[in-house]
């Protein structure tokens, strides 16, 4: 579990979504742990157990993670509801959304390749030039999304 969440933290892309949302590192590592450790372990798993796959030495204090996992929650259900409030005011049919809807998909198209690469446990050099190329793009077209500026209305 650990070895994963460096991993993943430690993703080039998961770090650039990481510093433009609004989980903390911290916080999403939580999350990540009390969401996923139940199907890694086979078993329902306490919040006292969780909390030792924390990345820290040692994990984090039950209350510690409980802390962090409710920090991390209210964040997840608060991006959700802002998603459900621009889709009801009809923000998503702006123009201005589009390069976001745009990099989504590319995200998602990202994940196929990957897990199927993966799956398939092809280490090809073409296939791992492919992931590496859309990789970069990826990266590059987040950074530049992530500019408060690039929001504003395009219509």
Do not use: C, H
């Amino acid at each position: 579990m650990q070895k994963w969440l460096k991993q993943s933290i430690n993703d080039p892309l998961v770090k650039i979504l990481i510093k433009n949302n609004t989980l903390t590192e911290k916080q999403l590592e939580t999350f990540l742990i009390d969401v996923l450790s139940d199907n890694l372990a086979g078993k329902a798993l306490k919040n006292e157990e969780k909390a030792r796959f924390r990345l820290l030495d040692g994990g984090v204090s039950r209350g510690a993670f409980n802390r962090t996992l409710k920090q991390a929650r209210n964040n997840v259900i608060k991006s959700i509801y802002t998603l459900l409030l621009l889709g009801y005011l009809g923000v998503f049919e702006s123009t201005s959304l589009v390069p976001y809807i745009e990099i989504s998909n590319k995200l998602q198209n990202y994940i196929t390749t990957y897990r199927d690469v993966r799956k398939r446990n092809e280490r090809k050099g073409e296939q791992l030039r492919m992931l590496n190329i859309l990789s970069k793009e990826l990266e590059i077209n987040l950074e530049q999304l992530s500019k408060t500026k690039n929001i504003k209305n395009r219509t």
